[in-house]
């Protein structure tokens, strides 16, 4: 049994007070912060009102890093290359702006709902819902690749499913572009995304080997995570897991789900090649082949809405989804599991 640290335990309260201090104050005279909804290594998310009535979610980054200009660079163009993608999937970033005191906020769409993560440990969800949501992935990505940016840090904690049904990708912060370097602040040897959902490529912190299909890859490592409840690689510590994505192929869908239909096998085996050269080549390749797995799994072809319906369809209806928006955080080198 797992004995909680007191240290970390008054390090959470401690953040959790300061973040909450923020709570009834007005930044720049426009956005009253209504309420916590969301705090992660770097950043908090406020539900907040404008003056003129409207709701957004405020992500303001904490101030040691708001003094940092790369940290502070890096956390402005989220917005810009959220934006540039200009796909509906994408979570919607508003403005930015600097508060009286200095703190970066970017205003971005309320979203009330939940994350998969939150989804998939509640257990409510079947196999054909999995791939709806895989599928509503991967077509923001696709036209996201083809605009040249690289999401970097796919992950349950970064797709939401709003209470509508809609499913959004979050958190393009550590997203690469592959054109206009001015926007593209890495370098080698600096690991960045989420360990169990790494490339091989990605854990090896080779920036020029990393492309599009790292994001393929780790659409697929979330997959089996979904169906599963298994991560690819299973090690004692991140760190361990982060050499076994380095040297190891994925094991197989099939070892850890026997029972899985060949195609959603195939659907997730592929995307987790080792090498990028045997993977699905490109986003749109992938979802042609949910929307295969998803037609043989339930008789019908996969729904042309950005949206999981909540009622009227045979055989995967989504059960209703609570309130709350997450909006979680992207840090470099996660070494923990609790963004996941």
């Known amino acids: 049994m797992a004995v909680p640290c007191p240290k970390m335990d008054f390090l959470q309260t401690h953040q959790e007070i300061e973040a909450n201090r923020l709570l009834g104050t007005?930044?720049?005279?426009?956005?009253?912060?209504?309420?916590?909804?969301?705090?992660?290594?770097?950043?908090?998310?406020?539900?907040?009102?404008?003056?003129?009535?409207?709701r957004a979610a405020i992500k303001l980054l904490k101030s040691?890093?708001?003094?940092?200009?790369?940290?502070?660079?890096?956390?402005?163009?989220?917005?810009?290359?959220?934006?540039?993608?200009?796909?509906?999937?994408?979570?919607g970033i508003l403005d930015d702006d600097v508060t009286e005191d200095g703190l970066v906020y970017l205003v971005m769409e309320l979203l009330e709902g939940q994350s998969f993560s939150e989804r998939i440990h509640s257990g409510m969800l079947t196999t054909a819902q999995i791939l709806f949501i895989?599928?509503?992935v991967l077509e923001p990505l696709a036209t996201a690749h083809r605009r040249g940016v690289i999401h970097r840090d796919i992950k349950p904690g970064n797709i939401f499913i709003c209470?509508?049904?809609?499913?959004?990708?979050?958190?393009?912060?550590?997203?690469?572009?592959?054109?206009?370097?001015?926007?593209?602040?890495?370098?080698?040897?600096?690991?960045?995304?989420?360990?169990?959902?790494?490339?091989?490529?990605?854990?090896?912190?080779?920036?020029?080997?990393?492309?599009?299909?790292?994001?393929?890859?780790s659409v697929g490592a979330m997959l089996f995570y979904a169906l599963s409840g298994r991560y690819v690689h299973e090690a004692p510590t991140d760190l361990d897991r982060l050499m076994a994505v380095i040297k190891k192929p994925a094991r197989s869908l099939k070892t850890v789900l026997p029972d899985a239909p060949e195609k959603v096998v195939t659907l997730v085996d592929r995307a987790l090649?080792?090498?990028?050269?045997?993977?699905?080549?490109?986003?749109?390749?992938?979802?042609?082949?949910?929307?295969?797995?998803?037609?043989?799994?339930?008789?019908?072809?996969?729904?042309?809405?950005?949206?999981?319906?909540?009622?009227?369809?045979?055989?995967?209806?989504?059960?209703?989804?609570?309130?709350?928006?997450?909006?979680?955080?992207?840090?470099p080198v996660s070494l923990s599991d609790e963004s996941l």
């Open 273 to 331: 090649c080792h090498n990028p050269a045997d993977r699905w080549q490109c986003a749109e390749d992938m979802a042609a082949a949910s929307s295969a797995a998803f037609k043989e799994l339930t008789g019908m072809a996969i729904p042309a809405t950005n949206r999981i319906e909540s009622e009227g369809k045979k055989g995967w209806t989504c059960p209703a989804v609570g309130p709350g928006a997450v909006l979680p955080d992207s840090v």
């Open 163 to 217: 209470r509508d049904g809609r499913v959004k990708v979050l958190d393009f912060g550590l997203a690469r572009v592959l054109e206009g370097n001015n926007l593209e602040p890495t370098c080698d040897g600096l690991v960045l995304g989420t360990v169990p959902f790494l490339s091989p490529e990605q854990a090896r912190a080779k920036r020029d080997d990393i492309d599009w299909r790292t994001d393929i890859y």
């Open 64 to 91: 040691e890093f708001s003094r940092n200009p790369q940290i502070r660079d890096r956390f402005l163009r989220e917005g810009y290359v959220a934006n540039h993608i200009g796909h509906p999937g994408v979570v």
């Open 26 to 54: 007005v930044l720049n005279g426009k956005w009253t912060v209504d309420v916590l909804i969301g705090m992660g290594g770097m950043a908090c998310v406020y539900a907040a009102t404008h003056r003129n009535g409207r």
């Open 134 to 136: 895989g599928q509503q």
